[in-house]
């Protein structure tokens, strides 16, 4: 019973090494850089106007 579990673990072992063997550092937690006019994209909000009623105005929005 013992040599089925120890056999069953080395094999989990090796098996996980050999899948996470490329996994050696952290990787970078800073995200890519991309040109400010890939993260922005024109957009439609809603306002209010001077008389309180909802007027629709445009903008930029995204990723910033």
């Known amino acids: 019973m013992y040599r089925g579990a120890c056999i069953g673990a080395l094999g989990g072992l ?13 990787p970078n937690e800073e995200p890519k850089r991309t040109a400010w006019h890939r993260r922005l994209a024109p957009t439609m909000v809603s306002m209010p106007g001077t008389d309180g009623r909802p007027l629709t105005g445009f903008g930029l929005g995204g990723t910033l």
């Open 14 to 26: 090796v098996i996980t090494f050999l899948s996470t063997g490329s996994l050696d550092g952290i």
